[in-house]
């Protein structure tokens, strides 16, 4: 019998301060610190031929390069900075208890755990206590996998080297070109359990209580010696087939069925508050080989199952949360789970248009909790989930068929544009307050930038076509704070990576090239003149707001008439200064906002929600909202053969359908639910913002 149906009928043992400066304790407060992604960016390689780059102190740093940074939807290297920023902020307001929803390390590489743990036993002697719960960078796959490494570690000329586990075919190789250190393997469960055993995945003395949804023993018999005992990792586990869970749910023509960890928790740190770590990794093994079960390479990662797959692989796990969500509820305690995965949409609803409007997968829609799913971590009883995984700050609630309710709570990444952690504070036993701590001031955070600066002028000297792919705008190292680094870095990535993977060739062609003010105009434009015939005007020098791509149309450039162009691009231009002037926006600063500035800004949105606003500004705001509300009532698809539009195609046409849809988007992902600061009542159901200054759409 596990310990959630020992113990639902029996009886347990069993406000926030404010901010505090003096170093004393809000017990009843919790920090949230998701994605970390902690390299180790001083770590020790244990390799005698490469220790990283030299630095002025002295030290050698082992960095990614900055090329690495800005194609990821993550910073590799400042949040080591960040991470500390972010503890020492937590242990001044008195907030001594943090829990991480996944993703604490890079990818669960010795060389990155380590130094995790290194820096929480330093905070620890501060007096902070940790609580871990697995992501899908730790662990990457159930097994520990002795092949892995990274392409973009910065050598010591300002190039990229290769750093690999020793079991790497270009180490086994010898290749000349590769560094190989076991400090870059990818640990499975066993490992980062014997690492980070004292850090909520083992039980503690200090603990009030403690449970996984293996443990045997009753809630009113816990011991610390008898939790210590059933919490090893063979007690963890359970059975999973490609098709579902196992054991007792086990169907028939279930296949690949195999045993494999599950390290979720609940703690009692102190009286009264719950602390619920769910692991909501599903590694489904649909490559499975018997003859070697504990091999990595026979999982799917966990990365876009998350809770839907719970709902089908981990239903055992689901049955203990509802257990331990009756238990909190009838006890009094003050419940809140943890996990790296959310449990309902975190695009502030805005998921179906954005599948409509992007390219397909585009912004990992796949990643989107279906509503069936919501409905189903609901249903447990569940009141309060923090989760992480998108990088995303957000709030969302859901009202289950039965009448429970649950909010979900994104916490942001430290490593990305928005980098934050949420403050929970238990207010009452039925209201909690939420708070989010943005991270724009972060000591140290242009220690690195001499090595980038050394990459840049490696990159642009070289006549290797693979390093000119490689280049970047130096602009980034004149930063005046993490946040205006994290602002920049993201402009760059939209750049480099999300205008060809999201947008399609016509959207790209038209977010890469309009203005604002063209935008404006382009959303009142009525013309016959088509995209083969705007082409056509573009090689002739007339002048344009953007020239199509060859590759986004189905034939070549044609001849148009360029009298006309004019006449029908003025009466837009007329119309839209109309349009501003009516809304009381200065029509000429609307050339000002440049592409960059929207497409960044865009990206921004998505992953910092209505907090991107205020670093966009009150007249940026105000510019952005005309825009919302300029186009025509009626739009029309245009016609495309895959990615090419009909050459026939009206310039108007594919702007105003697909931008439309583009604003609308802007607009709900800047208007969602409060996520700044704000309360939660579970008694009637609402999240109310509390003195939040955030601008608004």
């Given at each position: ?237 359970y059975e999973i087939c490609k098709e579902g ?113 992007f390219k397909p997968g585009a912004f990992q ?326 003195g939040s200054d955030s601008l608004k759409f």
């Amino acid at each position: 019998m596990v310990a959630g149906a020992a113990a639902l009928a029996l009886a347990g043992c069993g406000g926030s301060d404010g901010d505090r400066a003096d170093g004393g304790t809000n017990s009843q407060a919790v920090a949230f610190m998701a994605d970390v992604h902690f390299q180790d960016v001083y770590g020790d390689l244990k390799n005698s031929s490469f220790k990283g780059v030299p630095t002025a102190n002295g030290m050698f740093a082992t960095i990614r390069t900055m090329y690495a940074q800005l194609t990821s939807t993550r910073l590799f290297n400042e949040n080591y900075f960040a991470f500390r920023a972010a503890l020492d902020d937590s242990l001044a307001k008195g907030v001594k208890l943090v829990a991480f929803p996944g993703d604490f390390s890079d990818d669960g590489q010795p060389l990155n755990v380590n130094g995790f743990r290194a820096v929480l036993a330093e905070y620890e002697k501060k007096g902070m206590r940790f609580f871990i719960a697995p992501g899908n960078h730790d662990p990457v796959a159930p097994y520990d996998d002795d092949e892995k490494g990274k392409d973009d570690f910065m050598a010591a000329n300002g190039s990229t080297v290769k750093v690999y586990a020793k079991n790497y075919q270009g180490c086994l190789n010898a290749e000349a070109n590769v560094v190989c250190t076991d400090q870059l393997m990818e640990q499975g469960y066993a490992s980062l359990l014997r690492d980070l055993a004292p850090y909520g995945l083992m039980p503690n003395e200090k603990d009030v209580y403690w449970e996984t949804p293996y443990s045997t023993y009753a809630q009113d018999k816990y011991s610390y010696a008898e939790a210590a005992r059933q919490a090893q990792l063979g007690q963890r586990s359970y059975e999973i087939c490609k098709e579902g869970e196992g054991g007792k749910f086990k169907q028939a023509g279930y296949t690949n069925c195999t045993s494999i960890a599950d390290v979720s928790y609940l703690v009692e740190p102190v009286k009264g508050l719950w602390l619920l770590s769910v692991d909501a990794n599903v590694f489904v093994p649909d490559k499975l080989d018997p003859a070697k079960p504990n091999s990595p390479k026979g999982f799917t990662g966990a990365g876009n199952a998350g809770w839907n797959k719970m709902t089908t692989h981990k239903k055992s796990v689901m049955a203990w949360i509802e257990s331990v969500s009756a238990r909190a509820k009838a006890q009094g305690k003050q419940l809140v789970a943890f996990s790296h995965y959310p449990t309902m949409d975190f695009y502030a609803n805005q998921t179906d248009a954005i599948k409509a409007a992007f390219k397909p997968g585009a912004f990992q829609t796949a990643r989107v909790p279906e509503q069936a799913t919501a409905e189903a971590v609901a249903a447990t009883g569940l009141p309060l989930h923090i989760g992480g995984h998108m990088h995303f700050n957000g709030t969302n609630d859901y009202l289950s068929k039965s009448g429970k309710y649950l909010v979900n709570v994104q916490s942001p990444s430290l490593a990305v544009y928005g980098a934050a952690y949420k403050i929970v504070r238990f207010d009452t036993p039925r209201k909690v307050d939420v708070q989010t701590v943005a991270l724009n001031n972060v000591p140290r955070f242009n220690e690195l930038f001499p090595l980038y600066e050394m990459e840049w002028k490696y990159v642009e000297g070289s006549s290797k076509p693979e390093d000119a792919k490689r280049r970047w705008d130096k602009a980034i190292l004149s930063s005046t704070s993490y946040g205006d680094f994290t602002s920049r870095y993201f402009g760059e990535l939209s750049r480099l990576r999300f205008l060809d993977e999201y947008w399609a060739c016509d959207m790209k062609d038209l977010v890469s090239q309009l203005n604002l003010q063209h935008m404006l105009t382009m959303a009142q434009l009525d013309t016959k003149v088509t995209y083969a015939q705007l082409a056509g005007l573009a090689a002739q020098g007339v002048a344009v707001p953007f020239k199509p791509s060859a590759g986004c149309l189905q034939g070549s450039p044609v001849a148009g008439n360029a009298a006309q162009w004019a006449s029908d691009w003025s009466v837009a231009e007329n119309a839209a200064r109309a349009k501003a002037q009516a809304a009381g926006v200065d029509f000429n600063a609307l050339a000002n906002v440049s592409a960059y500035t929207f497409y960044g800004d865009f990206h921004r949105t998505v992953y910092a929600g209505g907090l991107s606003l205020n670093d966009m500004g009150k007249q940026r705001v105000e510019q952005y909202r005309l825009l919302m509300s300029a186009f025509p009532a009626l739009t029309s698809a245009p016609q495309k053969t895959g990615d090419k539009l009909a050459d026939s195609t009206p310039v108007g046409q594919p702007f105003q359908y697909s931008f439309k849809q583009v604003f609308s988007i802007l607009k709900g992902l800047g208007s969602g639910k409060p996520s700044d600061h704000f309360s939660v009542d579970f008694d009637t159901r609402t999240l109310r913002a509390e003195g939040s200054d955030s601008l608004k759409f």
